[in-house]
């Protein structure tokens, strides 16, 4: 089977990059995570395993493309589908928004070897909860299902960004260094493999009192959309239906989507440190003209119908007295007070692709 091109995918990057993906055996061969997670002590207690995979969370938030700096999926993407421009053209940034990309692009290469260590991390987790007695069965469910989902997310945007990959299931270095690439469809089968198990593993209800670690809900989402990706629709429409159907989970004001705890948030990423926001803000949100280093194009900014709410709610302008330049706004705070704390975190999933994914799986039934 193979994923559907939704027309409101945001993945176009794959098209062009897919291609360079050459010599799989040497370009799998990434090194050891410098957090080293497979040690038995780690799995000694629940503390210890909850902060290794902790740390996991971390390196998605502030050093992989997950995150929302300039180097993450959000301004790849954006540059290179042309929905920003790009104002320094000294940046690396700049073969994505000029599509010169070369296989030898070092933001090409660490997109992989990043996504490929999170694997990594992950399966650490699982080998090493796999092999410990000393960790309380409900603890090491938890824990299980919030790995098999984190491998299952990385590899969604693995065989989105490059086609063909290989899906890694063991920190054995020998294995994964001979790994080839795997046939898409395949892919989707693993990953939806490890999605129904996390779902039975994973408890409903968030384990704290924030959504920075996935329920079984969050693995709902993700499944949803991967079953509509393969065009399994009945299947993604009922995932979906299973989410929008909890009573914890509700559209909310549009000023209100990107503050934590939102009731809209499916999963956040919480910020580093209790006095910080989003990357995101800091990232896009500019206050001089012309902008340092990148802006909305004019082109997308004018696309929004007469009226729409997400035009003056999540767009912001500078203006020069001759010039207009548009900036996007869902994260709206770049700093943060130590008196209040973070009030916004990122937004992985929320209840309105839910929405969105249902109506395209029930116009396909």
């Not at 994964?176 to 892919?187: A, C, H, L, Q, Y």
């Not at 079953?227 to 995932?239: D, I, M, R």
């Not at 020069?320 to 916004?344: F, M, Q, R, V």
Request: hydrophobic fraction near 40%; glycine fraction near 6%; aromatic fraction near 12%.
């Amino acid at each position: 089977m193979k994923p559907f091109n939704l027309c409101y995918r945001k993945l176009v990057l794959y098209s062009v990059i897919a291609h360079f993906f050459m010599g799989c055996n040497e370009f799998v061969e990434v090194g050891i995570p410098q957090s080293e997670l497979v040690r038995e002590t780690v799995f000694s207690d629940g503390a210890t395993a909850k902060a290794a995979l902790m740390d996991i969370y971390g390196q998605m938030r502030d050093i992989t493309v997950f995150n929302g700096n300039l180097f993450g999926f959000s301004s790849l993407l954006g540059h290179y589908s042309d929905e920003l421009i790009l104002f320094n053209s000294t940046s690396i940034v700049e073969p994505y928004y000029q599509h010169t990309i070369v296989p030898g692009n070092f933001i090409l290469s660490t997109i992989w070897n990043n996504c490929y260590n999170l694997v990594y991390a992950s399966n650490g987790i699982l080998e090493g909860l796999e092999k410990s007695t000393h960790i309380e069965k409900e603890v090491s469910d938890q824990l299980k299902g919030e790995a098999l989902f984190v491998r299952a997310f990385v590899h969604f945007y693995l065989v989105n960004l490059f086609g063909d990959v290989p899906y890694i299931t063991t920190t054995d270095y020998n294995v994964s260094s001979k790994v080839s690439r795997m046939d898409t469809g395949e892919v989707y089968d693993l990953m939806i493999a490890d999605l129904e198990q996390a779902k039975k593993l994973l408890s409903e209800e968030y384990i704290s009192d924030e959504r920075v670690r996935p329920n079984r809900y969050t693995a709902s989402a993700l499944l949803s959309r991967v079953f509509l990706y393969a065009e399994l629709w009945t299947l993604a429409e009922a995932e979906a239906s299973e989410v929008l159907e909890q009573a914890m989970y509700g559209l909310t004001p549009l000023q209100e989507v990107f503050l934590k705890n939102s009731q809209e948030a499916i999963w956040q990423f919480k910020p580093g440190t209790p006095t910080s926001n989003t990357l995101q803000a800091q990232t896009f949100i500019f206050s001089t003209s012309p902008p340092h280093t990148t802006a909305l194009s004019e082109t997308l900014v004018q696309s929004f119908d007469p009226g729409d709410q997400r035009l003056s709610s999540w767009v912001g302008s500078i203006e020069d007295g001759d010039n207009t330049w548009y900036y996007a706004h869902k994260y709206k705070l770049n700093t943060a007070s130590e008196e209040i704390g973070s009030e916004e975190y990122t937004v992985v999933f929320r209840l309105a692709e839910q929405y969105l994914i249902r109506a395209e799986a029930r116009a396909q039934i």
